[in-house]
Protein backbone atom coordinates (compact mmCIF):
# COMPACT_ATOMS: atom_id res chain seq x y z
CA UNK A 1 0.00 0.00 0.00
CA UNK A 2 1.14 3.59 -0.89
CA UNK A 3 1.34 6.01 2.15
CA UNK A 4 -0.29 8.77 -0.15
CA UNK A 5 -3.79 9.58 0.08
CA UNK A 6 -4.68 9.32 -3.94
CA UNK A 7 -8.17 9.80 -5.29
CA UNK A 8 -7.83 8.48 -8.32
CA UNK A 9 -10.84 9.92 -11.03
CA UNK A 10 -10.77 8.54 -14.44
CA UNK A 11 -13.61 8.92 -17.36
CA UNK A 12 -14.65 10.18 -20.99
CA UNK A 13 -14.68 13.96 -21.97
CA UNK A 14 -17.36 15.49 -20.27
CA UNK A 15 -18.11 13.07 -17.39
CA UNK A 16 -17.94 16.10 -14.85
CA UNK A 17 -14.28 14.81 -13.70
CA UNK A 18 -13.04 18.32 -13.61
CA UNK A 19 -16.10 19.86 -11.37
CA UNK A 20 -16.37 16.52 -9.22
CA UNK A 21 -12.10 16.88 -8.64
CA UNK A 22 -12.13 20.52 -7.60
CA UNK A 23 -14.46 19.62 -5.10
CA UNK A 24 -14.20 16.79 -3.85
CA UNK A 25 -10.73 18.17 -3.43
CA UNK A 26 -11.91 21.15 -0.90
CA UNK A 27 -14.34 19.00 0.54
CA UNK A 28 -11.46 16.46 1.54
CA UNK A 29 -8.66 19.40 2.33
CA UNK A 30 -6.37 17.87 -0.56
CA UNK A 31 -5.07 19.41 -3.99
CA UNK A 32 -6.30 18.65 -7.12
CA UNK A 33 -4.37 18.02 -10.49
CA UNK A 34 -5.84 18.06 -14.27
CA UNK A 35 -3.57 15.51 -15.84
CA UNK A 36 -5.75 16.41 -18.84
CA UNK A 37 -4.13 19.85 -18.59
CA UNK A 38 -0.68 18.96 -18.80
CA UNK A 39 -1.33 16.57 -21.94
CA UNK A 40 -2.74 20.23 -23.33
CA UNK A 41 -0.07 22.44 -22.25
CA UNK A 42 2.73 19.87 -24.24
CA UNK A 43 0.60 20.08 -27.57
CA UNK A 44 -0.21 23.86 -27.02
CA UNK A 45 3.83 23.87 -26.86
CA UNK A 46 4.05 21.83 -29.82
CA UNK A 47 1.70 24.02 -32.19
CA UNK A 48 3.38 26.85 -30.88
CA UNK A 49 6.93 25.86 -31.71
CA UNK A 50 5.75 23.47 -34.81
CA UNK A 51 6.94 20.49 -34.12
CA UNK A 52 3.32 18.43 -33.71
CA UNK A 53 4.14 16.00 -36.20
CA UNK A 54 7.94 15.20 -35.16
CA UNK A 55 6.87 12.52 -32.42
CA UNK A 56 10.76 12.65 -31.08
CA UNK A 57 10.77 16.86 -30.92
CA UNK A 58 7.06 16.59 -29.52
CA UNK A 59 8.54 14.19 -26.90
CA UNK A 60 11.60 16.02 -25.89
CA UNK A 61 9.57 19.19 -25.38
CA UNK A 62 7.92 17.52 -22.97
CA UNK A 63 10.80 15.99 -21.08
CA UNK A 64 12.38 19.99 -21.66
CA UNK A 65 8.78 22.61 -21.15
CA UNK A 66 8.24 23.81 -17.45
CA UNK A 67 4.32 23.59 -17.03
CA UNK A 68 2.60 24.74 -13.67
CA UNK A 69 -0.71 22.90 -13.54
CA UNK A 70 -2.71 24.72 -10.47
CA UNK A 71 -6.35 26.19 -9.49
CA UNK A 72 -5.46 29.19 -10.95
CA UNK A 73 -4.20 27.92 -14.41
CA UNK A 74 -1.71 26.55 -16.64
CA UNK A 75 1.49 28.56 -17.17
CA UNK A 76 3.90 26.85 -20.37
CA UNK A 77 7.23 27.71 -19.58
CA UNK A 78 6.32 30.53 -17.72
CA UNK A 79 3.51 31.71 -20.15
CA UNK A 80 -0.37 31.86 -18.96
CA UNK A 81 -1.70 29.79 -21.74
CA UNK A 82 -4.72 28.86 -19.31
CA UNK A 83 -7.37 29.64 -22.10
CA UNK A 84 -4.95 28.67 -25.29
CA UNK A 85 -4.92 25.05 -23.64
CA UNK A 86 -8.65 24.84 -24.03
CA UNK A 87 -9.29 26.09 -27.69
CA UNK A 88 -10.25 23.87 -30.74
CA UNK A 89 -7.01 23.47 -32.12
CA UNK A 90 -5.09 21.78 -29.16
CA UNK A 91 -8.70 19.85 -28.32
CA UNK A 92 -7.89 18.82 -31.85
CA UNK A 93 -4.51 17.81 -31.76
CA UNK A 94 -4.33 16.69 -28.04
CA UNK A 95 -5.67 13.21 -28.43
CA UNK A 96 -1.96 12.23 -31.27
CA UNK A 97 -0.03 14.06 -28.21
CA UNK A 98 -1.65 11.35 -25.69
CA UNK A 99 -0.89 8.62 -27.65
CA UNK A 100 3.15 9.49 -27.53
CA UNK A 101 4.74 7.28 -25.61
CA UNK A 102 7.34 8.86 -24.17
CA UNK A 103 5.14 11.80 -23.60
CA UNK A 104 3.10 10.14 -21.41
CA UNK A 105 6.46 8.73 -19.30
CA UNK A 106 7.63 11.70 -18.52
CA UNK A 107 4.20 12.73 -17.79
CA UNK A 108 3.46 10.09 -15.79
CA UNK A 109 6.93 10.79 -13.80
CA UNK A 110 5.79 14.41 -13.18
CA UNK A 111 2.25 13.60 -11.96
CA UNK A 112 4.00 10.80 -9.45
CA UNK A 113 6.41 13.49 -8.05
CA UNK A 114 3.40 15.81 -7.58
CA UNK A 115 1.66 13.78 -5.65
CA UNK A 116 4.68 12.70 -3.53
CA UNK A 117 5.63 16.21 -3.02
CA UNK A 118 1.94 16.92 -1.68
CA UNK A 119 1.87 13.90 0.36
CA UNK A 120 -0.99 12.87 -2.21
CA UNK A 121 -4.17 14.57 -4.10
CA UNK A 122 -7.49 14.09 -6.07
CA UNK A 123 -5.85 13.64 -9.67
CA UNK A 124 -7.88 13.12 -12.62
CA UNK A 125 -7.18 12.54 -16.28
CA UNK A 126 -7.77 8.48 -17.92
CA UNK A 127 -5.03 6.52 -16.78
CA UNK A 128 -4.70 7.51 -13.37
CA UNK A 129 -6.24 4.13 -11.61
CA UNK A 130 -4.91 1.97 -14.21
CA UNK A 131 -1.15 3.12 -14.90
CA UNK A 132 -0.27 6.40 -13.03
CA UNK A 133 -1.63 5.52 -8.86
CA UNK A 134 -3.06 1.60 -9.29
CA UNK A 135 -3.05 1.54 -5.16
CA UNK A 136 -5.00 4.57 -5.21
CA UNK A 137 -6.91 5.08 -1.92
CA UNK A 138 -10.34 5.34 -4.11
CA UNK A 139 -10.32 5.05 -7.87
CA UNK A 140 -13.44 6.22 -9.46
CA UNK A 141 -14.74 5.92 -13.27
CA UNK A 142 -16.68 8.59 -13.98
CA UNK A 143 -19.38 8.63 -16.89
CA UNK A 144 -22.53 10.11 -18.80
CA UNK A 145 -24.19 9.32 -21.73
CA UNK A 146 -22.19 10.84 -24.48
CA UNK A 147 -25.68 13.29 -25.29
CA UNK A 148 -25.20 14.37 -21.73
CA UNK A 149 -21.46 14.77 -21.89
CA UNK A 150 -21.85 17.23 -25.20
CA UNK A 151 -24.59 19.16 -23.38
CA UNK A 152 -22.63 19.88 -20.73
CA UNK A 153 -19.64 21.18 -22.98
CA UNK A 154 -21.96 23.22 -24.78
CA UNK A 155 -23.13 24.75 -21.29
CA UNK A 156 -19.47 25.83 -20.55
CA UNK A 157 -17.83 26.77 -23.70
CA UNK A 158 -20.92 26.87 -26.49
CA UNK A 159 -21.22 25.08 -29.65
CA UNK A 160 -23.67 23.08 -31.52
CA UNK A 161 -24.54 20.21 -29.46
CA UNK A 162 -24.78 17.66 -32.10
CA UNK A 163 -21.14 18.67 -33.65
CA UNK A 164 -19.59 18.90 -30.06
CA UNK A 165 -21.35 14.67 -29.38
CA UNK A 166 -19.63 13.68 -32.33
CA UNK A 167 -16.25 15.34 -31.85
CA UNK A 168 -16.40 13.69 -28.25
CA UNK A 169 -16.71 10.39 -29.51
CA UNK A 170 -14.67 10.67 -31.64
CA UNK A 171 -12.06 11.68 -29.22
CA UNK A 172 -13.18 8.98 -26.46
CA UNK A 173 -13.19 6.17 -29.52
CA UNK A 174 -9.34 7.76 -30.11
CA UNK A 175 -8.57 7.46 -26.40
CA UNK A 176 -10.06 4.26 -25.34
CA UNK A 177 -8.44 2.62 -28.51
CA UNK A 178 -5.03 3.97 -28.32
CA UNK A 179 -2.13 1.75 -27.74
CA UNK A 180 -0.43 2.82 -24.63
CA UNK A 181 -2.50 3.42 -21.20
CA UNK A 182 -6.12 3.59 -23.20
CA UNK A 183 -8.91 4.93 -21.30
CA UNK A 184 -10.04 1.69 -19.68
CA UNK A 185 -12.27 1.53 -16.40
CA UNK A 186 -9.36 -0.06 -14.03
CA UNK A 187 -9.52 -3.13 -11.83
CA UNK A 188 -11.50 -2.01 -8.32
CA UNK A 189 -12.45 1.10 -9.79
CA UNK A 190 -16.26 1.72 -8.91
CA UNK A 191 -18.17 3.57 -11.57
CA UNK A 192 -20.69 6.68 -11.44
CA UNK A 193 -22.28 7.37 -13.80
CA UNK A 194 -23.66 11.17 -13.51
CA UNK A 195 -26.29 11.38 -16.27
CA UNK A 196 -29.35 12.91 -14.76
CA UNK A 197 -27.26 13.89 -11.52
CA UNK A 198 -26.21 16.89 -9.89
CA UNK A 199 -23.48 17.89 -8.67
CA UNK A 200 -24.00 17.53 -4.83
CA UNK A 201 -25.62 14.54 -6.19
CA UNK A 202 -22.38 13.02 -7.26
CA UNK A 203 -20.04 14.51 -4.39
CA UNK A 204 -22.52 12.56 -2.21
CA UNK A 205 -22.55 9.27 -4.06
CA UNK A 206 -18.94 9.33 -3.84
CA UNK A 207 -18.32 10.10 -0.16
CA UNK A 208 -21.12 7.28 -0.15
CA UNK A 209 -18.33 5.09 -1.60
CA UNK A 210 -15.03 6.69 0.70
CA UNK A 211 -16.98 5.72 3.59
CA UNK A 212 -17.55 2.06 2.51
CA UNK A 213 -13.29 2.02 2.01
CA UNK A 214 -12.59 2.83 6.08
O1 LIG B 1 -9.56 15.76 -19.95
P1 LIG B 1 -9.17 16.53 -21.21
O2 LIG B 1 -10.23 16.53 -22.27
O3 LIG B 1 -8.64 17.88 -20.93
O4 LIG B 1 -7.95 15.66 -21.79
C1 LIG B 1 -7.27 16.05 -22.94
C2 LIG B 1 -6.72 14.83 -23.67
O5 LIG B 1 -5.64 14.26 -22.96
C3 LIG B 1 -7.74 13.73 -23.93
O6 LIG B 1 -7.88 13.53 -25.32
C4 LIG B 1 -7.16 12.50 -23.31
C5 LIG B 1 -5.76 12.86 -22.89
N1 LIG B 1 -5.44 12.43 -21.52
C6 LIG B 1 -4.75 11.26 -21.38
O7 LIG B 1 -4.49 10.58 -22.37
N2 LIG B 1 -4.38 10.86 -20.14
C7 LIG B 1 -4.69 11.59 -19.06
N3 LIG B 1 -4.29 11.15 -17.86
C8 LIG B 1 -5.41 12.79 -19.20
C9 LIG B 1 -5.79 13.18 -20.45
Redesign the pocket.
Known sequence: MSDLRVIAI?GP??AG??TVARALAARLGLEYL???????AV?FAALRRGVLDDAAAVAALARDVTLEVGEHGVLVDGVDATVE??SAEV?RQ??R???NSAV?TE??AR?REWAKVRGGGVI?????ASV?FPDAELKLYLTASPRVRAERRVAEAGGDVDEVEAQIAA?DS??SS?AD?P?VQADGSRVVDTTGMSIDEVLGAIEGLLQEQE
Open positions: DAGKSDTGAMYRTIRTVSVAARLVQEGRDIVRYDRSL
